[in-house]
């Protein structure tokens, strides 16, 4: 499988989460992952949107840190499992 990078005006701070979901789900059913980089505060809020349904569950997404979410489509609220949230210093520690 190829791999490819692609931007999106609706991954950055004044983005549209909603327009971030229809754009991923636009791939589907490939790629199964997809790893989006971003800043905060726009990704916890998208975390907490796609793991709770709304923005008020407050993520403590540290810079340069990972999470792994699973959906089996995006929708715009509650749709995904938060697997797991590591922050830097842990992912330090594991190697």
Partial sequence: MRKKLVFSEDLTPGGNPRLLIQQLNQFRP???NVL?????PYL????ALLAAGNT???IDFKKGGLCK?????????RCAKLV?????RQMELMT
């Fill in 84 to 88: 797991w949230l590591l922050t830097p």
């Fill in 56 to 58: 008020s569950l407050e």
């Fill in 30 to 32: 490939e790629p199964e």
């Fill in 36 to 40: 989006l980089v971003g800043h905060e």
């Fill in 44 to 47: 916890g809020k998208l975390i």
């Fill in 69 to 77: 979410l699973e959906a089996e489509f995006l929708l715009y609220g």
